[in-house]
């Protein structure tokens, strides 16, 4: 195939190929080359504007220099990607400006008949911004068959000149075409029969950049599409071949017909299961990065990817049970999800499992999945591997040749086509016959580096010498033969005559006169012209990880460095203005990344850029200052430390004395919401509210007066957030140096504690306004129930004691008692509502004093002892005869052992026992226990028991459990800042345990 016709080929194909049609309508550039980069095979409409051409077919002709750096990254990434189609990152020269490096995705892709290609796709915006209209509208231009391309929502947006007429619709409405486009922008691709033509319909574009290219082509009605016609080999036709000898044609048998067909080749079996990537972003898109499983799966089923995965599982019905949906919606990684994978021109399904892992932005922003997949069916493979060999082979020979559009002969049925065959025997070659050269070798092999410098040396003084210098020398040097450095003193050597006076003192090449002084120089030094390499010192190669100067080379001189510019403040450099347009000026301060062939990584070199004057022609020098070497274990260098500036999370301002700001990291930006050009133009007082720059002053008054030489707590201040913002900040001054002339400030935003703050007080008001207006309706029930239940009490004991008269029923008796021990329990409680409500306003006054925990014990025993017996129930103590005081209020202490006490009677049965004892744990601190023999409590009945007001579920046991109420006990404990503790078991009853830790108590005079 002739560049011709693979650059009309690589047209349609950049539109039909779902490799390539992902990219065709794109804003970002993306370029096919020729692995020997002479040719740029297709590219989309930002590529073509961006490399200089008309359009693709126009840029598809253009031949590339060896000399061009585009074609030399080529030709070194053809050497270097795997055959896999895997994605390898690379910056690349000559598409972003001069001197600019621009990021790519570069990958091999293999195409039927052609073989082949290096794909380079851009990573981040480059070029002219155009919008997707002129793209599509540039995707049509200069193509030769008839085409149109129309926007996502059906609009005609432009079309070939050949589909002009044929096209002449305002959308595809307007035809009845909506069915057809939905198809496409769901499947990738849709076709229709329109009389004569058959229109295919091609989704073009990704993600917010979508469109539809139209092409027609003809049907053939004499021809089925599942049959093809049988071909004929024939033979040639050249004047010059004796008809005698001219082999006799054969037929080839239809590839449609099975018992015609060749027996296709056995399949290989597969070592390893196929790998490949996929991708989906936060929209739910579904991408894959695999050039080997598209071509397993075929492009029919690949093109209906790069979609919704919805609509995928809907198509193909990947996923019925909705597994991946599911697991995506969770956000984690997930692995070992299998899916029945579909293929082209089968029933038959490939077992795949699919791993993903979320991926994050840089604001933590969910941005989709990432993963991959495995094929493990290794025979399923090779099936399919020979499936597609023998489907291509077979096609190669099923199309007919391409008539001429111009031809009359289009409308006519087409003739078998012959084609030569190969003699059986050898036909020697007639003497009068002149045989065709050789074929010339596209891909000669590569001069070294001696012989490319030698001739590149040569090359420069034949062009100096044609334009002028030659009038300026003498006849001498006019008759001398121009020869590369290298081989000049062979040359003399060889000479069989005495060189001549003027012959006698040559010119000397750099490398023995410059080079040896450049040598001796410690800092490392790299002459360089037009993008090639002419000298580097041995301290440069040493600093770049190289062993000499043809190592580089080798590796492709100044295409294997990575220089940036660097962006300095306009006062520590003065660099002479740019000589043209992307020049960079001289004295301009860079960035050397390299790495060596060792793959160690290395720490950037920094440099600059001088423009010189180099074996009388102009050059560019690249000097280093100084090996940059990895910092070691406890240091930090320059670089790292300004990084680490950069990255903190505060603020950070220099200034002079005056206030001035000179530098600004990252962080202050965000604060003040300016740009750094724009902080460094203001002055310090400004970025505060007006009640806060007198502070501001003071402050730094008080650090050039020498008052102040140490960074102290810092103070809190206003400052302005943009133009009318204000944000509340913490800043803290220094001095860069003692007693230098610079100083800094620190940054921290108040604005999250100052809003906790504000929310605390507010819920502690509130809290508090609640415990108050509690503690007031409670004080005014108890004022009101107290005084009608104090008369029932003080009636029933009347009644009781029958001062008035004898009751006659013995029963009335019974039932005044009742009346008095329910008035006197609404009292108790009463009362305990009173004092939790004082404990919880604090409003309970306590007097922490020593006190001895023994003798209170012995006090509430005996009188809980008449208690005690009326229920049959046994007391006993065991007290600590050492016990150290305590510290708490006498009268809560009191009540809380009566408390516990008559809890523990209530719960024993009659019979058991109830053991108070006091003790020093472990931990030195004091512990009064209190245990019971009764039966044990549930989680339910201790819960009612400990939280005031709560009511305990009916159970067989209410009766006895129903009185226990440990609120205020527990309240009165930790009041008086000891620990409530209380367990219970199946058959040991139940233990409360009050701790007071030990502390200075006030002594007692």
């Not at 990575?562 to 004295?587: H, W």
């Not at 819920?763 to 609640?770: D, F, K, S, T």
């Not at 004991?797 to 019974?814: A, T």
Request: glycine residues 8%; hydrophobic residues 40%.
């Amino acid at each position: 195939m002739n560049s011709a016709e693979t650059s009309a080929d690589f047209q349609l194909r950049g539109m039909t190929d779902p490799r390539l049609a992902v990219h065709a309508a794109s804003a970002m550039p993306a370029w096919l080359w020729s692995p020997d980069g002479a040719r740029i095979l297709w590219a989309n409409p930002v590529g073509v504007c961006i490399v200089g051409a008309t359009d693709a077919s126009a840029l598809a002709s253009r031949n590339f220099n060896l000399d061009d750096p585009r074609r030399q990254q080529v030709t070194q990434l053809a050497s270097r990607l795997p055959p896999s189609g895997a994605v390898q990152l690379e910056r690349m020269r000559g598409y972003a400006g001069l001197g600019s490096l621009l990021t790519c995705a570069c990958s091999r892709l293999d195409f039927p008949g052609v073989g082949s290609a290096i794909l380079v796709r851009a990573a981040e915006p480059a070029g002219r911004g155009m919008t997707l209209v002129e793209r599509l509208q540039q995707l049509v231009a200069g193509i030769d068959t008839p085409i149109a391309a129309f926007s996502h929502d059906g609009r005609f947006v432009a079309a070939s000149r050949k589909g002009r007429s044929l096209f002449d619709i305002g959308s595809l409405s307007e035809g009845g075409l909506d069915s057809l486009r939905d198809q496409a922008l769901r499947e990738g691709r849709a076709e229709t029969s329109i009389g004569l033509w058959r229109l295919v319909l091609q989704r073009v574009g990704g993600g917010g950049d979508i469109g539809l290219v139209a092409f027609l082509k003809k049907n053939d009605p004499d021809r089925s599409p599942d049959q093809a016609p049988a071909l004929t080999e024939p033979g040639p036709e050249s004047p010059r071949q004796n008809p005698e000898t001219a082999p006799p044609a054969r037929t080839v048998p239809s590839p449609a017909e099975p018992g015609n067909r060749p027996s296709p080749a056995p399949p290989t079996r597969r070592r390893h299961p196929l790998r490949f990537m996929w991708r989906m972003d936060a929209e739910g898109r579904f991408s894959i990065g695999s050039d080997e499983f598209t071509r397993t799966i075929g492009m029919r089923t690949a093109a209906g990817f790069g979609r919704l995965w919805s609509e995928i599982t809907d198509v193909f019905g990947l996923d019925p049970e909705g597994r991946i949906a599911r697991a995506v919606q969770t956000r984690n990684t997930w692995s070992g999800i299998t899916l029945l994978w579909p293929v082209d021109g089968s029933d038959a399904r490939l077992r795949v499992e699919l791993s993903g892992l979320p991926i994050y932005d840089r604001t933590r922003n969910f941005a989709g999945y990432r993963g991959f997949g495995v094929c493990r069916d290794r025979e399923g493979l090779a099936r399919l591997a020979a499936s597609r060999r023998n489907e291509f082979l077979f096609s190669e020979t099923s199309h007919p040749a391409p008539a001429d559009s111009d031809n009359s002969a289009d409308d006519k049925p087409s003739e078998p086509l012959q084609q030569p065959t190969e003699p059986d025997t050898p036909v020697e070659t007639p003497k009068n016959v002149l045989p065709f050269r050789p074929p010339v070798d596209l891909n000669p092999p590569p001069l070294t580096p001696v012989e490319n410098h030698a001739f590149n040396e040569l090359a420069r003084q034949l062009s100096a010498r044609l334009e002028g210098e030659p009038e300026a020398a003498g006849p001498e040097d006019d008759a001398e033969p121009p020869v590369a450095p290298e081989a000049s003193e062979a040359t003399r050597e060889q000479a069989d005559e005495p060189p001549s006076p003027a012959q006698s003192a040559p010119r000397q090449p750099p490398i023995a006169g410059e080079g040896l002084v450049l040598d001796l120089v410690p800092s490392g030094v790299m002459i360089h012209r037009a993008g090639r390499a002419l000298y580097a010192n041995p301290a440069f190669l040493a600093q770049v990880g190289y062993e000499n100067f043809e190592t580089l080379q080798e590796a492709g001189g100044l295409d294997a460095l990575l220089v940036e510019a660097r962006m300095v403040e306009t006062d520590m450099v003065e660099a002479d203005p740019p000589d043209a347009v992307g020049t960079p000026p001289t004295g301009s301060p860079v960035t050397v990344l390299v790495t060596p062939p060792s793959g160690a990584p290395q720490q950037p070199l920094a440099a600059r850029l001088f423009a010189i004057s180099w074996d009388g022609e102009p050059a560019h020098a690249l000097i280093c200052g100084g090996a940059s070497a990895p910092s070691r274990v406890g240091q930090a260098t320059a670089e790292e430390l300004a990084t680490i500036v950069d990255g903190a999370a505060e603020g950070l301002l220099m200034f002079d004395d005056g206030g001035n700001i000179t530098a600004c990291n990252q962080s202050a930006e965000a604060l003040f919401g300016l740009s750094g050009d724009t902080l460094t133009q203001r002055n310090l007082a400004d970025l505060f509210a007006p009640e806060s720059q007198g502070a501001v002053r003071d402050y730094l008054k008080s650090l050039t007066d020498g008052e102040a030489n140490l960074p102290d707590h810092g103070r809190e201040v206003v400052g302005r957030m943009g133009e009318d913002g204000l944000i509340p900040l913490s800043m803290t001054m220094g001095r860069t140096q003692l007693a230098g002339p610079n100083f800094f400030a620190a940054f921290r935003d108040l604005s999250q504690s100052k809003k906790a703050e504000t929310e605390l007080s507010q819920a502690r008001r509130q809290a508090e306004r609640a415990a108050n207006a509690k503690a007031d309706v409670l004080a005014r029930i108890s004022h009101e129930i107290r005084t009608p239940l104090n008369s029932i009490i003080g009636f029933a004991e009347v009644m009781i004691d029958e001062k008035f008269g004898s009751l006659e029923n013995e029963r009335y008796v019974e039932y005044m008692k009742d009346i008095r021990a329910s008035g006197e329990r609404i009292i108790t409680f009463i009362d305990d509502l009173l004092d939790l409500s004082r404990i919880e306003t604090g409003k309970l006054d306590l007097a922490f004093v020593n006190q001895n925990l023994n003798d209170i014990v012995e006090q509430c025993v005996a009188v809980m002892q008449p208690q005690a017996n009326r229920e049959r129930i046994i007391i006993r103590t065991s007290l600590a005869h050492t016990l150290p005081p305590i510290v708490a209020d006498a009268q809560a202490l009191r009540q809380i052992t009566l408390n516990l006490i008559g809890n523990s009677i209530h719960l024993a049965n009659a019979g058991g026992q109830v053991i108070v004892s006091t003790a020093v744990n472990d931990f030195g601190d004091v512990a009064l226990r209190v245990r019971d023999s009764g039966h044990s409590l549930s989680e339910d009945e201790l819960a009612a028991a400990t939280e005031p007001f709560r009511t305990p579920p009916p159970s067989d046991q209410a009766s006895k459990s129903a009185g226990v109420s440990l609120s205020l006990t527990k309240a009165l404990v930790e009041a008086n800042r000891a620990q409530f503790h209380i367990k219970t078991g199946p058959h040991s009853g139940t233990l409360i345990e009050v701790v007071f830790a030990q502390a200075d108590a006030p002594s007692q005079d």
